[in-house]
């Protein structure tokens, strides 16, 4: 059976009600599907026009008038508002594995006239609501996805065609760009809480929703170790500091109880400030192998700005003091002293195992989004690769 590449893009609506995390874990869970890339677009009229015309078909098992619907929600809803002219923002997740687009539209579920269980997506999250004569009172069908392969592959492709225009970094219809408070923040979603196919990323994004804060840029990755060496470059500075006095303890110990050799405080200083260095360069390569997955001594300075191994998913948050609630639903690095209910605490291992990155200050989130460019992804590419 062929590996196929699928999609479900998250409305606008479920967006902005923070179910994402909630989606995200119930399609990884029910598919056991690979997330394989994932990009937010603020679709143009002409994308949204396109994408409408493709809909209604003979492929999708949904009543017409079920699609005519779907049609016109998007018409009105994925377009930029009339009235202000601001584009709305779209998550699109991309999801690969054999048989991934049935697997994926069976997740999502089909909407109908009787409503059903809380089996799927749609059962839990979409709404269709008719009135006493028949007529649509309201209407939400929460995500979108494909019925068939050539349907997934003919509208990927379309989507595909305007990535390079209307996805990306999508902050201009934020209702408080302009404010002085306004900040931007970047989130990394690290190798532990994505290696497998699970719930664990979707319930990360889901306790970042507490925060209401709006996500902007979505993008999966492969760190390279250049790309590691400079994110993480500040904390080998503080490691190197940090250390020298743990490393100077911890050679007075391990000379008095090898060799007992009773260590002064001078000698014990200057094992310090000589082992440090190279104790602190030990843990830092640790940590650059553990979101790369490649021994950094192993690879040469071509293979060092080579895609890593390991993936992680970046996403960028923004609203009013956005680094501040980020950083508090997080909790500190080490899992151990954060508070119940916060990231680390429920999904952290330990100071390096702990879910999930957060930049420090407004600062820190711009150096690291010029390092890891969460505006770009290979959504084109990944579609190419699947279907030409």
């Known amino acids: 059976m062929a590996r196929e590449l699928s999609y479900v893009i998250i409305n606008p609506y479920s967006l902005n009600k923070s179910r994402t995390g909630a989606i995200l874990s119930r399609l990884l869970t029910r598919t056991s599907l690979e997330l394989a890339g ?4 603020a679709p143009s009229h002409e994308l949204v026009r396109e994408y409408a015309k493709m809909i209604v078909t003979e492929n999708d098992p949904q009543d017409r008038q079920i699609q005519q619907l779907i049609q016109e929600y998007i018409l009105e809803n994925y377009a930029p508002d009339p009235a ?9 997740l991309l999801f690969s594995g054999n048989d991934a687009v049935a697997r994926t539209r069976e997740a999502v579920g089909n909407i109908s006239r009787m409503s059903s269980g809380g089996e799927t997506v749609r059962d839990t999250f979409a709404d269709l609501v008719f009135a006493r004569d028949g007529s649509v009172r309201y209407f939400e069908p929460a995500v979108l996805a494909a019925p068939t392969v050539e349907e997934a592959k003919a509208k990927l492709r379309l989507w595909s065609r305007y990535a390079e225009s209307d996805s990306g970094l999508v902050s201009a219809s934020l209702p408080t760009l302009e404010e002085p408070r306004h900040e931007r923040t970047l989130v990394i979603l690290k190798p532990d809480t ?3 196919p699970g719930g664990r990323p979707g319930n990360v994004i889901d306790l970042f929703s507490k925060t209401g804060l709006a996500i902007t840029a979505i993008k999966l990755h492969r760190m390279s170790i250049a790309e590691a060496e400079e994110f993480y470059g500040p904390v080998r500075a503080v490691l190197r500091e940090k250390l020298v006095g743990a490393t100077g303890e911890k050679a007075k110990e391990l000379l008095t109880s090898a060799l007992g050799i009773t260590v002064e405080p001078d000698l014990k200083e200057e094992l310090g400030r000589l082992l440090g260095p190279k104790a602190a360069d030990h843990q830092f390569n640790l940590i650059l192998q553990f979101m790369t997955g490649y021994n950094p001594k192993d690879c040469s300075e071509a293979e060092s700005k080579l895609p890593g191994k390991e993936k992680c998913l970046i996403l960028v948050y923004e609203g009013i003091d956005a680094v ?4 508090e639903v997080l909790g500190p690095t080490d899992p151990a002293k ?10 952290g291992q330990n100071i390096m195992v702990n879910a999930a990155h957060a930049s420090d200050s407004v600062q820190s989130a711009e150096r690291e989004m010029q390092i890891l460019r969460p505006g770009e992804n290979n959504f084109r590419s990944l579609v190419a690769e699947y279907y030409g």
């Open 84 to 92: 202000t002219k601001q584009r709305r923002r779209v998550m699109v």
């Open 38 to 41: 994932a990009a937010m677009f």
């Open 338 to 347: 954060a508070p119940p209910g916060s990231i680390r605490r429920e999904f």
């Open 324 to 327: 501040q609630r980020i950083r």
């Open 194 to 196: 994505i290696r497998f």
